[in-house]
C-alpha cells in the first residue's frame, strides 16, 4: 500500500515558469475513462491521490468531476499555481490543496494583489473543508510583498528564519520548502548512493499512462510500465521496479536519472 500516488491529468499548463523543468513531452488531457481506469487499478494500493507531476491540473476541463470521481474511493489532494483556483471553489471534495506562491509573475498580466485576492476569496470557500497549503520554495523579486500580503490577511508575523511551518488560521498553512534541482540525465554531479522513499512510499502515473518512480521523472525517463496496458502487480514485479528497490536498500542508486537527484544522497 502505498502512502500516496501521484496522478498526472494533464501535462499542459496555462504558465511557462523558469524554475519548472521544460515539458518536452507530448501535450495531453486524460480522458474520464483513462481516469477511471488508473483508478480502477489504484483502489487497493493507495488511499491518497495526488493530482499532478508536471503541468496544471486546473487546466483540465473535467477536473471538477475528476475531483468528484476520485474521492468516492480517495483522499484527493492537488497542487496548483493559483492562477485558475476559482474553478475548484466550490469543490468540497479536496482534502489538501497546495498552492505554489512562486508562480506569479506579471508577465502574466494580473496584478499581484488581484491574484492573492483571488485565491483568498477561493480560500474563504474551501478552508472547511479542505486543508489550504500556501508554499514558496523558490524566492524571487515578489516574494517580500506575498509574504507581507499573507501577513496582512491573516495578522500574524511572518519569519521564516523560525519556522518553516506556519499556521495563520485553522486549515491554512504557510511552508517554505528548499530550492532543488530537478534530476535530468544532464545534469553533471552524481551521487551514487543514497536512499529514495520511490516505490516504497509512491509512485508517479503521467497523463499517458506511464508509471514513474517519483513525481520528479517528469520526462518519464525512468519507465516502469504502463497503466492502461498492465496491472500494477505486474509493474511491481517487473525487473526494473525490483531492481530499483533492491539497490535502494543497499544504499545504491542504479539508475541513471537518481545519480542525477540531489534531492536525496
Not at 118 to 128: G, P, Q
Not at 143 to 170: A, Q, V
Request: net charge positive; hydrophobic share 30%.
Amino acid at each position: 500500500m502505498y502512502k500516496k500516488v501521484y496522478v498526472e491529468t494533464t501535462n499542459n499548463c496555462n504558465l511557462n515558469c523558469d524554475f519548472c523543468i521544460h515539458n518536452e513531452r507530448q501535450k495531453k488531457f486524460m480522458n474520464i475513462d483513462e481516469f477511471k481506469t488508473v483508478l480502477e487499478k489504484l483502489k487497493n494500493h493507495t488511499k491518497y491521490l495526488y493530482l499532478h507531476v508536471l503541468g496544471e491540473p486546473l487546466i483540465h476541463p473535467n477536473i471538477n468531476e475528476f475531483i468528484n470521481i476520485a474521492s468516492t474511493s480517495f483522499n484527493v489532494n492537488l497542487t496548483t499555481n493559483g492562477y485558475l483556483i476559482k474553478r475548484i471553489k466550490e469543490n468540497k471534495n479536496i482534502r489538501q490543496i497546495n498552492i505554489s506562491l512562486q508562480s506569479f509573475d506579471e508577465k502574466y498580466q494580473k496584478s499581484l494583489q488581484d491574484y492573492m485576492n483571488d485565491i483568498f476569496s477561493s480560500v474563504e470557500n474551501l478552508k472547511n473543508t479542505t486543508y489550504i497549503s500556501y508554499r514558496i520554495w523558490v524566492k524571487n523579486k515578489y516574494t517580500e510583498e506575498i509574504l507581507n500580503i499573507l501577513s496582512e490577511k491573516y495578522n500574524i508575523m511572518i519569519d521564516e528564519t523560525k519556522s518553516k511551518n506556519i499556521t495563520l488560521e485553522k486549515n491554512v498553512f504557510l511552508s517554505f520548502n528548499e530550492e532543488f534541482t530537478w534530476p535530468d540525465l544532464k545534469n553533471e554531479e552524481a551521487y551514487e548512493t543514497g536512499k529514495c522513499y520511490a516505490l516504497k512510499d509512491h509512485i508517479g502515473i503521467l497523463v499517458d499512462g506511464t508509471v514513474i518512480p517519483c513525481c520528479l521523472d517528469s520526462k518519464g525517463t525512468i519507465k516502469l510500465g504502463n497503466i492502461f496496458k498492465s496491472n500494477i502487480e505486474d509493474i511491481i514485479n517487473g525487473k526494473r521496479y525490483q531492481n530499483m528497490l533492491k539497490g535502494f536498500s543497499n544504499n545504491k542508486k542504479c539508475e541513471e536519472l537518481c545519480k542525477k537527484c540531489n534531492f536525496i544522497k
